[in-house]
C-alpha cells in the first residue's frame, strides 16, 4: 500500500466527468534502467512487474470496441518489456499513434541497440524526461551519468529527424520541479530550453511539457519523511484553477496497469484507486465496455489538485497557458 494513500483520501476537489474516450495510456510494467528521486511509480532496475501477454491480448480486445486513437505507452521504462516493439507494430497496423514515455537513456543502453530507428520507422511521438538543461540539477535528480546520456539520446534522435522543424517527428521533454514547488511557466521556460540546448549542444526539440511534481509514491514518501506533505498539499490547494477543470487528461484518457485493471488516471493507477467515483473494487480491462465510461463520475482524491494549481499540469503538459 503506497505510505501517502491515506493522507490523499476523502477530499472535497470538484466532482469532474467522462467525456468520449480518446487516450489510452499503457502501463507496461515497473521496470527501469533508472530510479529517479521524482518518479510517481516508484520504478526501478529490480522491479519485476510486466504485462503478460494474455493481458496484453485483453488490451487489444477492448481497443477493437472504441475510437482510441492514441496509445501512450508509459513504465517504468516501457522500452524494456520484451513485447515493446511487437505492441508498437500492432498499433501502427491499426493506424493508432504511438507516444512512448521515454527516459531517454534506454537508447544509449548497448542492449537496446537500433531501438531509436525503431522509432523512428514506426513515427512513434516520444515524450522524454529531461527535467533540466543543466547537467548538476539532472544528476541529482536522476543519477551520475544521466544527463551525459541524454544529451547523446536527443542527438541520436535529431539525426533520425526527430524534433527538426517544422516537419520532423515529435520529439517533447518533460520538465519536473527539483522539490515541493510549482512549476515554472512553461513557454517561458520552454524558451529557456530551446536556446540553452541548441547553443551547447545542437539539440532541438518540439516543445517542453511542465508537470506538477505529484505527491504520490517516491516523491510523496519523501515529502513524508521530511514532514513537508501537508505543506505541498496545502500549496496545491491554494494555486488551484477552476479553469483547469475542463482541460484534465483523465477526461478523455484511461489507464491501465501491468496486470490490466483500469484506472481514471496514471496517478490513480499508482495509489489503487479504482476507476470511478463510486468504486469498491478494481475494474479489470476484461470487464470493460465503452458504455462503462461515458459520463461517469471521475474518482478523485487531495493529489489531483497537482493537476488544477495555477497553469496545470497533465502527461501533455500546462493546461492553461493563459495562467503564464
Same mark, same amino acid.
Given at each position: 500500500?503506497?505510505?501517502?494513500?491515506?493522507?490523499?483520501?476523502?477530499?472535497?476537489?470538484?466532482?469532474?466527468?467522462?467525456?468520449?474516450?480518446?487516450?489510452?495510456?499503457?502501463?507496461?510494467?515497473?521496470?527501469?534502467?533508472?530510479?529517479?528521486?521524482?518518479?510517481?511509480?516508484?520504478?526501478?532496475?529490480?522491479?519485476?512487474?510486466?504485462?503478460?501477454? +494474455? $493481458? @496484453?491480448? !485483453?488490451?487489444?480486445?477492448?481497443? =477493437?470496441?472504441?475510437?482510441?486513437? #492514441?496509445?501512450? *505507452?508509459?513504465?517504468?521504462?516501457?522500452?524494456?518489456?520484451?513485447?515493446?516493439?511487437?505492441?508498437?507494430?500492432?498499433?501502427?497496423?491499426?493506424?493508432?499513434?504511438?507516444?512512448?514515455?521515454?527516459?531517454?537513456?534506454?537508447?544509449?543502453?548497448?542492449?537496446?541497440?537500433?531501438?531509436?530507428?525503431?522509432?523512428?520507422?514506426?513515427?512513434?511521438?516520444?515524450?522524454?524526461?529531461?527535467?533540466?538543461?543543466?547537467?548538476?540539477?539532472?544528476?541529482?535528480?536522476?543519477?551520475?551519468?544521466?544527463?551525459?546520456?541524454?544529451?547523446?539520446?536527443?542527438?541520436?534522435?535529431?539525426?533520425?529527424?526527430?524534433?527538426?522543424?517544422?516537419?520532423?517527428?515529435?520529439?517533447?521533454?518533460?520538465?519536473?520541479?527539483?522539490?515541493?514547488?510549482?512549476?515554472?511557466?512553461?513557454?517561458?521556460? +520552454? $524558451? @529557456?530550453? !530551446?536556446?540553452?540546448?541548441?547553443? =551547447?549542444?545542437?539539440?532541438?526539440? #518540439?516543445?517542453? *511539457?511542465?508537470?506538477?511534481?505529484?505527491?504520490?509514491?517516491?516523491?510523496?514518501?519523501?515529502?513524508?519523511?521530511?514532514?513537508?506533505?501537508?505543506?505541498?498539499?496545502?500549496?496545491?490547494?491554494?494555486?488551484?484553477?477552476?479553469?483547469?477543470?475542463?482541460?484534465?487528461?483523465?477526461?478523455?484518457?484511461?489507464?491501465?496497469?501491468?496486470?490490466?485493471?483500469?484506472?481514471?488516471?496514471?496517478?490513480?493507477?499508482?495509489?489503487?484507486?479504482?476507476?470511478?467515483?463510486?468504486?469498491?473494487?478494481?475494474?479489470?480491462?476484461?470487464?470493460?465496455?465503452?458504455?462503462?465510461?461515458?459520463?461517469?463520475?471521475?474518482?478523485?482524491?487531495?493529489?489531483?489538485?497537482?493537476?488544477?494549481?495555477?497553469?496545470?499540469?497533465?502527461?501533455?503538459?500546462?493546461?492553461?497557458?493563459?495562467?503564464?
Amino acid at each position: 500500500m503506497n505510505p501517502t494513500r491515506s493522507l490523499l483520501t476523502p477530499s472535497d476537489f470538484p466532482a469532474i466527468y467522462r467525456q468520449e474516450l480518446r487516450v489510452l495510456q499503457l502501463n507496461l510494467g515497473y521496470l527501469c534502467n533508472l530510479s529517479c528521486v521524482h518518479c510517481h511509480v516508484n520504478a526501478g532496475p529490480k522491479r519485476t512487474e510486466l504485462m503478460s501477454a +494474455e $493481458t @496484453q491480448e !485483453h488490451i487489444f480486445s477492448f481497443l =477493437h470496441q472504441t475510437g482510441i486513437t #492514441t496509445l501512450d *505507452l508509459t513504465g517504468g521504462a516501457p522500452e524494456m518489456h520484451p513485447d515493446f516493439k511487437a505492441i508498437v507494430i500492432r498499433c501502427r497496423k491499426l493506424n493508432i499513434h504511438v507516444i512512448d514515455r521515454c527516459n531517454l537513456t534506454i537508447l544509449e543502453d548497448v542492449r537496446y541497440v537500433g531501438l531509436a530507428e525503431f522509432l523512428a520507422e514506426q513515427q512513434v511521438e516520444i515524450i522524454a524526461s529531461l527535467p533540466c538543461y543543466l547537467q548538476e540539477n539532472v544528476d541529482k535528480q536522476r543519477g551520475k551519468g544521466v544527463f551525459n546520456a541524454s544529451i547523446a539520446a536527443l542527438q541520436r534522435l535529431n539525426a533520425l529527424g526527430y524534433g527538426q522543424t517544422p516537419h520532423g517527428l515529435p520529439l517533447n521533454l518533460v520538465y519536473n520541479p527539483q522539490g515541493a514547488v510549482l512549476p515554472p511557466p512553461q513557454h517561458q521556460l +520552454e $524558451t @529557456q530550453y !530551446h536556446q540553452y540546448l541548441a547553443e =551547447h549542444y545542437g539539440i532541438s526539440f #518540439t516543445k517542453l *511539457l511542465v508537470m506538477t511534481n505529484m505527491p504520490i509514491q517516491r516523491f510523496g514518501s519523501t515529502l513524508v519523511s521530511k514532514g513537508g506533505f501537508v505543506t505541498y498539499i496545502d500549496l496545491l490547494k491554494t494555486a488551484f484553477c477552476q479553469a483547469n477543470l475542463t482541460k484534465l487528461m483523465c477526461l478523455d484518457a484511461l489507464s491501465i496497469d501491468w496486470q490490466g485493471y483500469v484506472y481514471d488516471c496514471d496517478f490513480n493507477q499508482m495509489l489503487a484507486m479504482p476507476l470511478g467515483a463510486d468504486a469498491v473494487k478494481p475494474l479489470h480491462v476484461t470487464e470493460l465496455t465503452p458504455s462503462l465510461l461515458a459520463g461517469k463520475a471521475i474518482a478523485t482524491a487531495e493529489h489531483c489538485y497537482g493537476c488544477t494549481a495555477g497553469q496545470g499540469s497533465s502527461c501533455g503538459g500546462a493546461l492553461n497557458l493563459a495562467q503564464e
